[in-house]
């Protein structure tokens, strides 16, 4: 995201005399959120949940600039690809684009999206890397890479990452060093764990890849302990509680996704859990609080943290440099008890990012006035501000809107973790206390005598009155110097 710094100081407002600020952010149109580019390798059929990230994939189509659909295969699909089931569920695609167009622009056409679907070597892992093992997808990655484009490349991995290897080891034997350097650095990669031996390669190979990844093997039990379970592995993956299940039953997708329309049709059953692929793109969505440059400020994909994790005995090898990789966050559950860990991450998120799909499916099918539209969340000037430990910072929400036309009600809250800045003997995840913080101006007071001063994460959340409920973000990032 890029930011027009201004900051308005409004008098002195603070109870000894010093200096307050009136937080007032721009409209969510006044900056820029840089559209991502991505490509997907995914095991498309080792089992449904593949499939259902893909539809869901596909009804945020015009969120990210699409360079490639390449199956692949894994540790649970070792000797095939299923290309053509990626066809399928992109021609089902093809039949709403157009109803999924009249309520948001920019879909790409099907054809423009078949146009992307390509595939590796049905080899497991390593075996597909080297000499003469070149494949239509390996080819077509370095091609996206090497693309005259400034924005990174996303390279989002549901299964093994072969593909990829394959293709970093035929630049690295064809390029000069300079040339290598340049070509990883405008990758990003997010994992779902390591589901073959190329990954834990990969990052030993390549030190300065942005790489985001919980570490291991399924048969070491990695998945229990992996972030993106907190998608929906409550009672299988992740064994997590807290969070609220029905929102990620087969009988929740039923009601909200499966019958809506021809792509609704291409949504299975899951067996073990839902969409557990589907973190790897949550924090490509323009939504006002995820941005995809700070995995360590947290969004609906999770939050992630840069440093060399200790050997766990479900990783294949010792990591040998910074990732990153697993963090936690400390949220209030359902059961009314705070819970702590690198599930949370996501699954705070959880019913904003199930109603959001749920809306989007409906746009697959109904006109735009039978249909509900997140809503507009905007703060009255600068995200990015500075303030003194007493000061008192104003907050204006008073610009936001529907619309539909619904009513909105508002939450702020301090994202305790994504931020630098700690108070002594804070018990809990929200040590900085916003006043009337459910409404549309609110204030808060930056802690006297904080332990270690930083950056302070407040966050407006605008949640609308329709059917489902909507929400939308903003972050203000409060450097206490």
Known sequence: MSFRPRLFIF?????????????????????????????????????????????????????????GLAATTSIHQQKRVAPERIRQIVGAYGKVRDNLEKHEAGFPSADFVLSRVTEGLPEYGMLAVGEGKDSPASDALIRAVDKNDARPLWVTVWGGPNVLAQALWKVRKTRSADEVKKFVSKLRVYTISDQDDSGPWIRKEFPDLFYIVSPGFHDGGAYHHATWSGISGDNFHGRCDGADFSLVTNEWLDKNIRW?????????????????????????????????????????????????PRMQKWYLYPETRPIWTDAEDEVLGTDGRWHEGNHETIWRWREAFQNDFAARMDWTILPYEKANHPPVATVENDLHLTAQPGDRVNLSAKGSHDPDGDALSYRWFHYNE???????????????????????????????????K????????????????????????????
């Open 418 to 452: 994504a931020g630098s800045f700690s108070v002594a003997g804070a018990t809990t995840g929200q040590p900085v206390e916003i006043k009337n913080f459910d409404q549309p101006q609110a204030w808060f007071v930056v802690p006297p005598k904080p332990f270690r």
């Open 454 to 481: 930083g950056t302070i994460h407040i966050i407006l959340a605008v949640t609308d009155q329709g059917y489902p409920r909507l929400t939308r973000y903003q972050r203000i990032v409060v450097n206490v110097e």
């Open 260 to 308: 809506k329309g021809p792509l609704g049709a291409e949504y299975p059953r899951w067996e073990y859990l839902m969409e557990g692929d589907t973190p790897s793109f949550l924090n490509l969505i323009n939504n006002g609080l995820n941005d995809p440059d700070h995995p360590e400020w947290g969004g609906w994909g999770g939050r992630y943290e840069l440093y060399t």
């Open 11 to 67: 008098g002195l407002l603070r109870r000894w005399a010093a200096l307050s600020f009136l937080v007032m952010l721009f409209p969510l149109s006044g900056f820029a959120f840089e559209k991502p580019r991505v490509f997907v390798l995914t095991d498309i059929e080792n089992e449904p949940d593949d499939a259902m990230s893909m539809v869901r994939f596909l009804v945020y189509a015009n969120q990210y600039d699409i360079e």
